[in-house]
């Protein structure tokens, strides 16, 4: 269906979850199957324009301005191979779409913190998820995608070793994904939750994870939130006014390994417990509703007690443990694999992160997140995402498949001149 500035229908099909710089195409195809997109594909190039994708909107850093938008939330069909262990999925599905159809086989797929976040674009990315220690990122564990390249045809991505390389971790920069088949897992149920403590109270919580974080085996992955509740009705009364460490946990065995977190003293809030996978989003406990916000991201070494001391306290900030199969050398475009943490720094609102944050880490940066970073990078930002011989591979794709840079991808893959 294709819908102009002047439809009714206009506003809310481009309208993602991020809202500080939403789209604003001059027509939207929302569309319901591969077919259509192609189809939109090939109008663009008709008509000389730029093309966006919007699943969730999530990740959106910069809306397009006149062009084509391609919204594909209706098109979130999940097709499940028990038997293989596999899962096909459609260009919109969000997380919770595969969820839902994955769990009554007791198979869970690498999904991330929020069960709205749409697959797709979570696992072009790299995809860090709840079970990423143990089985590494999602792009780890895609068997094949099907994609509509800027030229308007629809390709095997497999078919092409240097075009499949590059969707799995390098984005939205190659084409329009229609969909991709995935790897599931048997985890029907997982031990998790969140541990809420008021800093105030424990002002040394982030270190103490940070200790338990150097010992515990790869089934386990884990975070912490240190966010500044404000005092208002909206926020539960146990964490309402009070700045907090909510340390996250997802444990695939062992839930005893969860006990030198409950020694550190009296949480404010507990959450943790049994869970079946289905239900995994009630671990992060991450807002559901469109907001606006920007982010920046480091990959770090280590955790420097200093450095985290420096850290604002009037800023929500997010760190994660890494390690354990991220760390696996697989053949995809992921890159800094030896990242022991990840920290970003978010800003609600209409405000930048102030990146002078990032200082205190300098010296233990080894690179950043892409998926993680909700703001616009210059070329050399984003290319500390990769190795340098990836990325210049990577620009060298770009080039092939949109040498007119069609695509307008959240982080635009182009040389450092």
């Known amino acids: 269906m294709m819908f102009t500035r002047q439809a009714p229908e206009y506003d809310d099909a481009r309208l993602g979850y991020q809202r500080l710089d ?4 001059e027509v939207i195809f929302e569309v319901t199957s591969a077919a259509e997109i192609e189809e939109a594909v090939q109008y663009a190039v008709a008509h000389n324009h730029r093309i966006a994708v919007q699943g969730s909107g999530h990740g959106l850093t910069t809306g397009i301005d006149g062009g084509v938008l391609i919204a594909t939330r209706r098109f979130n069909g999940v097709r499940v191979d028990a038997t293989a262990k596999t899962a096909w999925v459609e260009a919109g599905a969000t997380w919770r779409d595969v969820m ?15 069960p709205s976040v ?3 674009a979570y696992t072009l990315g790299g995809g860090m998820g709840l079970m990423a220690r143990k089985f590494g990122y999602a792009a780890d564990h895609v068997h094949r995608i099907e994609v509509v390249t800027p030229d308007g045809v629809r390709r095997n991505a497999e078919d092409d070793p240097d075009l499949f390389w590059g969707l799995r971790g390098g984005g939205g920069n190659f084409g329009v994904v229609t969909g991709m088949e995935i790897a599931l897992f048997d985890v029907p149920t997982l031990y998790g939750g969140s541990l809420y403590f008021d800093l105030a109270e424990y002002p040394n919580v982030v270190e103490a994870w940070r200790d338990w974080t150097r010992s515990v085996p790869d089934e386990v992955t884990s975070g912490v939130a240190m966010i500044p509740f404000p005092d208002i009705p ?6 309402r006014g ?5 340390i996250q946990v997802a444990i695939l065995a062992n839930p005893q390994a969860i006990e030198p977190l409950r020694a550190i003293g009296q949480p404010v809030l507990d959450t943790v417990g049994d869970l079946p996978y289905v239900e995994s989003g009630k671990i992060f406990a991450e807002p559901d509703n469109p907001d606006s916000y920007r982010s920046h991201n480091a990959l770090l070494s280590d955790l420097d007690s200093q450095a985290l001391r420096t850290l604002p306290k009037t800023a ?3 760190i994660r443990h890494l390690g354990g199969a991220l760390a696996n050398e697989v053949d995809n475009a992921v ?3 030896n990242a022991s943490y990840s920290l970003i720094v978010l800003a609600p609102g209409s405000k930048d992160v102030d990146r002078s944050v990032f200082e205190p880490w300098r010296a233990s940066t080894v690179g950043r997140f892409l998926n993680f970073s909700y703001a616009n990078l210059t070329p050399a930002e984003i290319a500390e995402a990769y190795a340098p011989d990836d990325f210049a591979r990577l620009v060298k794709l770009r080039e092939q498949f949109d040498p007119d840079s069609r695509l307008a991808p959240n982080h635009e893959f182009r040389a450092q001149r």
């Open 118 to 120: 749409g697959a797709v």
């Open 22 to 25: 939403p789209h604003r195409p």
């Open 100 to 114: 839902t159809a994955t769990a009554p086989y007791g198979l869970a797929p690498l999904s991330g913190s929020s």
């Open 242 to 246: 009070k700045h907090i460490a909510q």
């Open 234 to 239: 909206q926020v539960p009364e146990p964490l």
């Open 316 to 318: 929500i900030i997010a």
């Open 335 to 337: 890159g800094n694999r």
